[in-house]
């Protein structure tokens, strides 16, 4: 069981705006550790998607954003596209377990 | 751009020592700003850090694998391993080597190899 929590999936059909939920605690989102952002294609690597509750690395196109408040934070993907089907984890830090954390992942299904 | 590659037994038989090496192209790991690390997935556990060292010697391992882990850096060779002992068929999964950025920000990993799989059978 994962210490930050994700739905396990969503969906919605090309062009839409989907959010994806991640869920943490007192201890880290809401103790203001950061939130990143991987997406994984099946049978790749994941790949940072955002870094810093709201960073986009260069390349990743700016349909991709990131959002935080309190003990929650999101990912949003608008005009959605057949490329983005895939998996998506948050990532942050916990200052009572003193780890890294990751999310169980969200599989995002493109309709 | 860094590029990373993992290397190593796809195969180990409990309690032998788990031991994989990362080849770090386009960047050295002795350069500052940056650690160096590796992930673990597994269908039933997910993703997992496991530790990360960095490019002076600093290490952060998880603290439920603290006491059988080991990650160090070989920079005659850009490199840097993993070794983990007295192996079971829990630590089963697809390994990644990974650039950890431990700037401003909480640790993220920003650069990852294409991973390696590693089967703890006898």
């Known amino acids: 069981q994962s210490v930050l929590t994700q739905p396990p999936s969503v969906s919605g059909p090309p062009g839409q705006r989907v959010t994806i939920s991640c869920t943490g605690s007192?201890?880290?989102?809401?103790?203001?550790?950061?939130v990143h952002w991987y997406q994984q294609i099946p049978g790749t690597a994941p790949k940072l998607l955002i870094f810093?509750?709201?960073n986009r690395p260069s390349g990743v196109p700016d349909r991709f954003s990131g959002s935080k408040s309190g003990t929650s934070a999101s990912l949003a993907i608008t005009g959605l596209q057949a490329e983005d089907e895939a998996y998506y984890y948050c990532?942050?830090?916990?200052?009572?377990?003193?780890?890294?954390?990751f999310g169980g992942g969200t599989k995002l299904t493109v309709l | 751009q860094v590029q990373l590659q993992e290397s190593g037994p796809g195969l180990v038989k409990p309690p032998e020592t788990l031991s994989l090496k990362c080849t770090v192209s386009g960047g050295s790991i002795s350069s500052g700003g940056y650690s160096w690390g590796w992930i673990r997935q597994s269908p039933g556990e997910g993703l997992e850090s496991i530790g990360y060292i960095s490019s002076s010697t600093v290490t952060y391992y998880h603290p439920s694998l603290k006491s059988r882990v080991a990650i160090s850096l070989d920079r005659s060779k850009n490199q840097f391993s993993l070794k983990l002992t007295s192996s079971t068929a829990a630590d089963t999964a697809m390994y990644y080597c990974v650039r950890v950025d431990v700037g401003p920000y909480t640790p993220h990993f920003d650069s990852w190899g294409r991973g390696t799989p590693v089967t703890v059978s006898s």
């Open positions: 990532q942050s830090y916990d200052y009572s377990l003193n780890v890294v954390i």
């Open positions: 810093g509750n709201n």
């Open positions: 007192s201890s880290n989102i809401g103790a203001y550790a950061d």
